[in-house]
């Protein structure tokens, strides 16, 4: 049997394999005398001041950064927000729905009007009572389900009764 056949296929399919891909020798090719690859600093490229893909202008951040992905130190305003506690930060609620919460609880004579000063991301004394809130209102606006209300004088605050956290603030 002749084995000469399979060693040259065998030799051909590794000379294959094994090539290098030639993308060296062709820009090699295009610019003589020149090392092979991209030889510009990192940093050196021009200001992109062109509109991107959506028609808007990009911003002055990393490239593919979005206004949910932007470094606090690229732009003042994502760092501010950085600096408010999550817990201070405010609900999810629209105006209506603020309106709704308050009168209910200032309206409701079975929630006592407590004396404390708190605000957004503090946690309340044990002394002072949370109380549920008005019926159905859970169901109405989902956002405040599982909280319970503190009444003051001129706000409502919002609380999780586990860790007596104040998750909102409620004013006139």
């Known amino acids: 049997m002749d084995l000469r056949l399979p060693r040259l296929a065998v030799a051909i399919l590794f000379g294959l394999v094994l090539a290098p891909s030639g993308h ?11 090392p092979p690859g991209d030889t510009q600093p990192a940093g050196s490229e ?8 959506t028609g808007k202008a990009t911003p002055n951040g990393p490239i593919g950064a979005s206004p949910q992905t932007m470094p606090a130190k690229s732009d003042e305003a994502v760092a501010s ?6 817990m ?6 629209n105006d209506d729905q603020k309106k709704q919460i308050y009168d209910s609880v200032m309206n409701s004579t ?3 009007v407590a004396e404390t000063s708190a605000q957004p991301a503090t946690i309340l004394p044990s002394d002072v009572a949370l109380d549920a809130l008005p019926s159905g209102l859970e169901d109405q606006i989902p956002a405040v389900r599982g909280y319970k209300a503190v009444k ?7 609380v999780s009764p586990a860790s007596r956290v104040v998750v909102g603030e409620i004013e006139r």
């Open 110 to 112: 079975q929630v006592p």
């Open 46 to 53: 021009p200001p992109h001041d062109s509109a991107g893909p």
């Open 81 to 86: 927000r950085d600096r408010i506690p999550i």
């Open 24 to 34: 060296a020798q062709d820009q090699a090719a295009q610019h003589p005398g020149s």
């Open 152 to 158: 003051l004088r001129d706000k409502v605050l919002l």
């Open 88 to 93: 201070a930060r405010p609900l999810p609620l």
